[in-house]
């Protein structure tokens, strides 16, 4: 193993174990506005495993999305219901035990994969070379990448600027409305009050 796979391995295993502790935090605490600062670095930090991956496209996505759009669809959220979560009437044994078995079946899903990088994957035999020798002669770019998001899977690529154009909708939406009815402490208050003495003289 070179020094450059020893060097990505070592940062995988980092993003891990900061993706667990961060999971563990944000399952363990009742203040939910930390919960969901949490839950911003922790699509960070998953967008980071991406780059990692050589996914950049899905590093992009998580990163806008998840570290950005969610997290501040969740603290405006957070403005206009309580900061703190309250405590659950039943035992969390269920929820863990169904954590349990989901994560077991994943992984018991994984063992038939593939080696990640290995020159065999069916993707390194079939799918790639495929791209890369059709993409001159159908798109005309050399960019692979941008051939594959923007041609090959083109409604993939605008499902995800639609998911993202909502997400930034319902935070305007969401943001607007709060500010309405609410007149504020120095202008809406005084300036009533102000019409008020002027109706009177």
Do not use: W
């Amino acid at each position: 193993m070179t020094a450059n796979l020893v060097g990505i391995a070592i940062i995988d295993v980092l993003l891990f174990t900061f993706l667990v502790i961060t999971a563990i935090a944000i399952a363990r605490l009742r203040n939910l506005f930390a919960v969901a600062m949490l839950a911003g670095v922790f699509s960070l930090l998953s967008a980071g495993l991406f780059v990692t991956l050589d996914a950049m496209d899905v590093a992009f996505t998580e990163a806008a999305v998840g570290a950005g759009i969610s997290t501040v669809l969740m603290l405006g959220t957070l403005a206009l219901t309580g900061k703190e979560e309250k405590k659950p009437a039943h035992s969390a044994f269920l929820p863990l035990f169904v954590c349990l078995v989901a994560g077991a079946a994943l992984i018991y899903g994984t063992l038939d994969m593939p080696p990640f990088g290995a020159a065999d994957n069916p993707v390194q035999t079939h799918v790639a070379p495929d791209y890369l020798s059709r993409t001159p002669v159908e798109i005309g770019i050399p960019n692979v990448v941008s051939a594959v998001l923007a041609s090959y899977r083109g409604f993939d690529t605008l499902g995800e600027a639609v998911v993202v154009f909502t997400a930034a909708v319902g935070v305007l939406l969401m943001l607007g409305t709060s500010g309405r009815g609410h007149p504020s402490k120095t202008g809406g208050h005084k300036t009533g009050a102000r019409r008020t003495e002027e109706g009177k003289e």
